[in-house]
């Protein structure tokens, strides 16, 4: 799986937009861009993906670049809830169906 | 709430005992994964099974085996254990795609004296 690269940490103000980024500069044009969070100790939760389109679901928006290497994940309206690990993941339909997690970035949403 | 239902939640136990971890994946789910999450090593991928056979195999120690039963369930076993087994053990199903999103459990902190 290709790597992916993430600030390890952010601060956002609640009810602002927070926006993660997340390199992946070596994807290949099979592989997807997932990202899951994990709030505290608590299982990781999905939270959206895509291949090379924009995608929005209820709780984010995803943004990849024109050439894929890199993506934002957007929520739109951050609250206190928000404050979590979020990990972007770069994953291959071939390679086995493991999710393979990096460092992640620790988001802070402050009142 | 995921679906899926992880136990024991916590777990203590000492140096050089078994234990077994359950967990049942959400329903219609054929796909399991099993990840521990250290410290030091972050949240990584052990084992796989889909339907009952093991598909996939992460870093997972040979001290640690896993199955997966007919009714879906699975249980991941650990023997021998060491201080550095201390964790929290996570369990995730899926669809029958590859690409289908993993949805997990609660976890088991396991914590090893």
């Known amino acids: 799986d290709a790597k992916t690269t993430q600030p390890p940490s952010m601060d956002c103000a609640e009810g602002r937009a927070a926006n993660l980024p997340c390199n992946h500069s070596?994807?290949?044009?099979?592989?997807?861009v997932y990202w899951y969070r994990q709030i505290h100790s608590q299982g990781p939760q999905y939270i959206i993906h895509?291949?090379?389109n924009n995608e929005t679901n209820e709780m984010a928006s995803l943004i990849i670049t024109e050439d894929r290497k890199s993506s934002t994940l957007i929520l739109p309206h951050a609250t206190l809830r928000d404050t979590a690990v979020y990990y972007c993941?770069?994953?291959?339909?071939?390679?086995?169906?493991?999710?393979?997690f990096g460092g992640g970035t620790r988001l802070m949403v402050k009142p | 709430d995921s679906g899926v239902t992880q136990t024991p939640k916590h777990l203590i136990t000492a140096t050089g005992q078994r234990v077994t971890l359950r967990c049942s994946p959400r329903?219609?789910?054929?796909?399991v994964y099993w990840y521990q999450q250290s410290l030091d090593q972050g949240l990584q991928f052990l084992i796989h099974?889909?339907?009952?056979?093991?598909?996939a195999k992460g870093n997972i120690l040979e001290r640690f085996s896993a199955q997966q039963f007919p009714d879906l369930h699975s249980e991941l076993n650990l023997s021998s254990l060491e201080l550095g087994d201390s964790a929290l053990y996570f369990c995730?199903?899926?669809?029958?795609?590859?690409?289908?999103?993993?949805?997990f459990g609660p976890g088991t902190r396991l914590t090893v004296l």
């Open positions: 329903s219609g789910d054929l796909s």
């Open positions: 993941i770069v994953r291959d339909d071939n390679a086995g169906n493991m999710l393979t």
């Open positions: 895509g291949l090379k």
């Open positions: 995730a199903s899926s669809g029958p795609s590859g690409l289908n999103e993993q949805f």
């Open positions: 099974y889909y339907n009952g056979e093991e598909r």
């Open positions: 070596t994807i290949s044009g099979n592989e997807y």
